[in-house]
């Protein structure tokens, strides 16, 4: 009986130790996709913080997340005025 109650208790430690790791492994990965969103992200042309993607009326903008301020790759600007000829705020600033 001593034997099944050892092999049994090595079972359970197995498994925690089991369980326990696929946490910390899972911990791990979250860490590492983390950085790898930190790293891929492209630097601030004015103060070298980091740009943020962000969706401004379905438009794809970078935000830089130390000095706020706002930058368009090819093409935004144009759908940004395409959405705007009705009269909106953008018309309006620059005429």
Do not use: H
Not at 11 to 21: G, K, S
Not at 30 to 43: D, P, Q, R
Not at 71 to 95: C, H, S
């Amino acid at each position: 009986m001593s034997v099944e109650l050892e092999d049994r208790g090595r079972a359970l430690e197995n498994d925690y130790f089991r369980r326990r790791e696929q946490e910390l492994i899972e911990k791990m990965k979250a860490k590492l996709s983390a950085e790898n969103v930190l790293a891929s992200a492209t630097n601030c042309p004015k103060c070298d913080g980091k740009l943020v993607e962000t969706d401004f009326e379905n438009v794809k903008i970078d935000i830089c997340n130390r000095c706020t301020g706002v930058w368009l790759d090819a093409g935004e600007l144009a759908q940004i005025v395409d959405k705007d000829n009705k009269g909106g705020w953008f018309e309006r600033m620059f005429k």
